[in-house]
Nanobody, 116 residues
Framework: QVQLVESGGGLVQPGGSLRLSCAAS????????MGWYRQAPGNKRELVAG???????NYADSAKGRFTISRDNAKNTVYLQMNSLRPEDTAVYYC??????????WGQGTQVTVSS
């Protein structure tokens, strides 16, 4: 069983920055991928950024150039550095871990609100 604990959300003004963290624990194989998704009210959950264990990354078009995903394999932790935040980035952000043997696991979500 895998557990994901997120931290780092909050209220920030437009143009500001936040850094989200997600620590994974439990049965985690070496073949895995971690990522961040978000869901705004009335919208579907969407991928923001993903990163493989080897460090290969992918980003949603809305995140490119502003967000950076990284991970520390020794700590089973993934980070999302978000810069130049916009009101449309307001959403609940969810950490995701995909493991080959067990599939998807999700964090509880952390609220990010961008507002003046």
């Amino acid at each position: 069983q895998v557990q994901l604990v997120e931290s780092g959300g909050g209220l920030v003004q437009p143009g500001g920055s936040l850094r989200l963290s997600c620590a994974a624990s439990g049965s985690i194989s070496s073949v895995n991928r971690m990522g961040w998704y978000r869901q705004a009210p009335g919208n579907k959950r969407e991928l923001v950024a993903g990163i493989s264990r080897s460090g290969r990354t992918n980003y949603a078009d809305s995140a490119k150039g502003r967000f950076t995903i990284s991970r520390d394999n020794a700590k089973n932790t993934v980070y999302l550095q978000m810069n130049s935040l916009r009101p449309e980035d307001t959403a609940v952000y969810y950490c995701n871990l995909w493991v080959l043997s067990t599939g998807d696991a999700w964090g509880q979500g952390t609220q990010v609100t961008v507002s003046s």
